[in-house]
C-alpha cells in the first residue's frame, strides 16, 4: 500500500481487474433475487457533460448496493445514436453520420470507463445497428397489420430550421423541443401511431405506479388530459345538419351563449365553399397556426344552432378547442375566453326561466332524456405522429404503389436499411431533400409494378422507446424479444432519468411496453417498477456586452478573478481584461459555455472524487451547484482516510486478525461499547438513505461522522485495535457504491477477497449489562409533553423496543386508556410523540 493516495494509479489497476474477470456480466440466476437497474439511454454527442455524469453515477451506486444484497443485478448501458445532431454535424463535417456516431461512441465509452461505472458492457446496444432496427422495424409491420399505425394528411408541427415534423410532445411553448425555433403548421402525408387507443389504460396505470415522483404521474394525467360529459344533438337553423356539441357539465346548459365550433370541423369546411367570411379565416389559421398555439382568434358564423325549445343560439367558429373536442358551448359565465367572445359580439348568457325549469325540475332524468345523444369522453393526447424527413434513422419498411396503395415489406425483408453510398454524399454536398427522393435506390419492382420505397424514417423517441427489453436479450437472433429473459428480469426496478422526459420519453415507454404487452413479448402492464428524476447541475456563467448590446458569454477556463483597490470587492475579468458579468448560477450548456468538462476534472482529482462530490453535494432530485470547493473537500476526505487506514496498519497491533465480534465485544469496555452503538447506527443510517430515502448526501455525512470519530478514537490496546478494524471494514464497504476504486483497494489491503460482491454490513447489535449507557427520551402525546424517561442506548435505533418501553410504562400507559392511537413519531434520541385520535 502507498503511503499516500494516487487516484489515477488507483483507478486503473482496479479498472484493469474489472475488465480482466468481466466483472460486472450476469446471466440468469434463478437462485438469485433480481434487480434490473437503469439510465435513460446516452445520446452519443462526443463528450459526457456533468448531466451524464451524475445521472450514470446515481444507478451506479444503487446498482453496486444492490449486488452487495446479494442480488442478480443487470445493470446495461448504449447509445441512442440516430437523430438530428449526428446528422446536422455531418453536414457541417461533410463526412457520413455513421462515421462521426461511431467515433463518438468511441469516445464516450472510454469516458464511462474511466469513471468506473460498473456497466454490463457485454449487453451494450447502439440503435443506428442495423441489427437491432430490425426488430423495430417488424414490430412496425405487426402493428401496422393490427391496424394500430396508420397515413394520413394531415396537419402537422414542422420545425423550419431542423425541416422536420414534430410530435406534439415535442412542441414545448410553439416552439421545437430540440433547437428551440418557433414551429408552424403544415399539411402532409405522415405516418401515426394510435396512441389515444391507450389514452384510457396510459391514464389509468398511473394510479399504479407508486414509486414515481409525484410530480410526473401528475404531468402526464395533465398531458392525457381527460374530459368527460355529454354530446347533445342541435340542428342548425334553416337547414337539415345536425351536429353533435360536446357539454362537460350539465349545469352549463342554461348559461349556453353560443356553440363553439373548431376551425378544423367538417361542418366549418362546408359552409366555407359559400362563406368568404369564414374561408379567409380558415385559411388564415389552419396552416400558420401551431397545434400548439395557445392564441385564441375567433369569427362569427352568421348561422345559429335551435335547441330543443327552439331557441337560437349562434355559432362562433375558434382556431383552438382544448382535449380535441370538435364542438363545444360558449359559457362566459365559467370561462374567459368564452367572456372575450361574449363580450365581442354582444351576445347574452342564454338563461330563460323555461331551461331553468327544466334543470332543475325533479324529474330532470326524463326531462333530459331526449336532449342527450350520448356519453362523450374526450383527451388531449393525440395520436403520435412517428414520420421524420431525415435519413440518419430506421427506414419505414413499406412501399407505395403509383395508385397509392401502400404495401408493407415482408420479415424476410428485414432489415431495411439505407444504402452506404446515401451516407457518402454527406462528403459532396450539403442536404438536400429533393436529390434524396430521386436517387435510384427509393424505385422498387414490386411484382413488375413500379413501386417507391419510404422516404421518411422514424421518430428517434421509437428507438428509446423499447431498448430497456431488447437490453435483456440483446443478441438474441430469432425474434424481438426472448421470453425466458423477459419473465426474469422485467420489469425494471429502478429506472433514472431527468424529469424533462416526463411527457415525451416517459409516455412513449409505457405505451410501447403495452403495444409489446399485446403482441405477447412482454408479461406485465408497466415497463418500470421505480423511476428517480434527477435534478440539473448548475454552475456559474459570465458574460460581456458587446458593441452591439448583446450578451456574449465567456468560457469558465478565460475567467480570471482580481480585486478592487480596497482588496474587498471581487472583479472578473477575461483575457482581454473585459470586465465581465456574473451571472446567476444556471444549468451547465454549451450556448452559456459554462459546462465542466468531466475529463479535465478526473485527471486533476480522480473519477472517486468526482462521484462523491456529485452524490454528496445535494440530493438526488435536487439541482446541483458545482464549486471548486466541494470537490477539493471530497478529496481531502478520501486522502485523510487512505493516510489513516496506512498508520493504522503500522501499529504496535499490526498483526494478521479475524475479528470474531461476537467474541470481543464480550470484553468490550465502555467507550468500545459506545464505538461499536455508533458503527450500528451508521450502518442503519446509509443503508435506509440508499435503499429507501435515496438521498445519498446524507448517507455520505453519517460515513463522514463514523470516519472522524474513528480518527479521534485512542488506540490503547488489542480490543481497541480489532474495532478499530472492524469499523474501517464497515466503512470501506459502505463507501464502496460511491467510491469503488478506492474501496476496492483498500479492502483487498485488509484481506478481502471477491470485493465487488462483498456482504453489505449488517447490524451486529449487543448486548452488556456491564454497562448503563442509556438516554433520556421525552414522551408526548399529540405534542404535549408528558414524561421523560430512559432508553438504553443500544435500542436507540430500534423504534419498536423503544414503543414497548414506552407502552409499559405505567406513567404512560394511564393517558391511553380508551384512545385511539394514530400513529407514533420517533426523533432519534430525543422524543417519542403519540398522536392520538382527539
Known sequence: ?????????????????????????????????????????????????????????????????????????????????????????????????????KQNIKYMKQQLKFLGFSFDWNREITTCNDQYYRWEQLLFLKLYKLGLVYKKNTIVNWCPNDKTVLANEQVYKNTCWRCGNTIESKQMLQWFLKITNYAEELLYGLS????????????????????????????????????????QKKQYMHNISFIKLSLRHDFCKKISVHNVTVKKFLDMYIYQTSLKDNTLSFIHSNLFVIDHLNNKIPIIIVNIMPHNIMASIGTP?????????AHKYNLITYTENNINHLLHSSDIKSNLKPLFCQQK??????????????????????????????????????????PKYLFDQYKKFDYNQKKIINLTWFNYNYNGQYAKREIDTFDTFIESSWYYARYTCPNYNKGILNADDIKYWLPVNQYIGGIEHATMHLIYLRFFHKLMRDLGLVYNDEPVKNLLCQGMVLSD???????????????????????????????????????????????????????IDPNSIIKKYGADTLRLFLM??????????????????MLKFLKKLWC?????????????????????????????????????????????????????????????????????????????????????????????????????????????????????????????????????????????????????????????????????NNKISKHLEKIKIIKTIYIYKKIFNIVTLK
Open 333 to 341: 359565465l365559467y370561462n374567459s375566453e368564452d367572456y372575450v367572445i
Open 541 to 595: 456563467a459570465f458574460y460581456y456586452i458587446d458593441s452591439n448590446h448583446n450578451k456574449k458569454w465567456v468560457s469558465y477556463k478565460n475567467v480570471h478573478v482580481k480585486y478592487d483597490d480596497n482588496n474587498l470587492n471581487k472583479i472578473f475579468i477575461d483575457n482581454k481584461n473585459r470586465i465581465l458579468t456574473r451571472h446567476k448560477m444556471i444549468k451547465m450548456s454549451k450556448s452559456k459555455k459554462n459546462g
Open 208 to 247: 399504479k405506479l407508486n414509486g414515481w415522483p409525484k410530480q410526473v404521474k401528475r404531468m402526464q394525467q395533465n398531458w392525457i388530459g381527460k374530459k368527460e360529459g355529454i354530446e347533445i344533438n342541435y340542428k342548425v337553423y334553416k337547414t337539415n345538419t345536425i351536429l353533435k356539441i360536446f357539454i
Open 616 to 633: 454528496f453535494a445535494a440530493p438526488p432530485t435536487i439541482s446541483l451547484e458545482w464549486r471548486a470547493s466541494g470537490i477539493n473537500g
Open 1 to 101: 500500500m502507498e503511503k499516500e493516495y494516487y487516484p489515477h494509479i488507483v483507478e486503473q489497476y482496479v479498472q484493469k481487474q474489472w475488465e480482466k474477470h468481466n466483472t460486472f456480466h450476469v446471466n440468469i440466476d434463478y437462485n438469485k433475487k433480481k434487480f434490473y437497474c437503469l439510465s435513460m439511454l446516452p445520446y452519443p454527442s462526443g463528450n459526457l457533460h456533468m448531466g451524464h455524469v451524475r445521472n450514470y453515477t446515481i444507478s451506479d451506486v444503487i446498482a453496486r448496493y444492490h449486488r452487495m444484497l446479494g442480488e442478480n443485478v443487470l445493470h446495461p448501458i448504449g447509445w441512442d445514436a440516430f437523430g438530428l445532431p449526428a446528422e446536422i454535424a455531418a453536414i457541417n463535417h461533410k463526412i457520413s453520420p455513421d462515421i462521426w456516431t
Open 644 to 808: 489513516f487506514i496506512y498508520q493504522y496498519r503500522l501499529l504496535p497491533y499490526n498483526i494478521s486478525i479475524s475479528v470474531n465480534i461476537t467474541q470481543l465485544s464480550n470484553n468490550y469496555n465502555q467507550k468500545q461499547f459506545e464505538l461499536h452503538n455508533i458503527i450500528n447506527k451508521t450502518i442503519q443510517q446509509v443503508s435506509n438513505d440508499i435503499h429507501e430515502r435515496q438521498i445519498f448526501n446524507t448517507a455520505i455525512s453519517s460515513i463522514m461522522s463514523l470516519v472522524n470519530y474513528i480518527m479521534k478514537y485512542n488506540i490503547n490496546n488489542l480490543i481497541d485495535y480489532n474495532i478499530v478494524y472492524y469499523a474501517l471494514n464497515i466503512i470501506l464497504k459502505l463507501l464502496y457504491p460511491f467510491a469503488p476504486h478506492f474501496s476496492y483497494v483498500l479492502l483487498e489491503y485488509f484481506g478481502n477477497k471477491n470485493i465487488d460482491f462483498l456482504q453489505w454490513p449488517k447490524l451486529f447489535p449487543i448486548h452488556n449489562n456491564q454497562f448503563t449507557v442509556s438516554f433520556n427520551l421525552v414522551i408526548q402525546i399529540n405534542g404535549k409533553k408528558k414524561y421523560v424517561t430512559t432508553i438504553p442506548i443500544v435500542d436507540a435505533n430500534n423504534k419498536k423496543k423503544i414503543k414497548q418501553i414506552v407502552y409499559k
Open 377 to 418: 369522453t374526450f383527451y388531449s393526447l393525440n395520436d403520435w405522429c412517428i414520420s421524420r424527413q431525415r435519413l440518419w434513422g430506421t427506414p419505414i419498411p413499406v412501399i407505395t404503389l403509383t395508385n397509392g396503395e401502400i404495401i408493407p415489406l415482408k420479415e424476410q425483408d428485414l432489415p431495411i436499411k439505407f
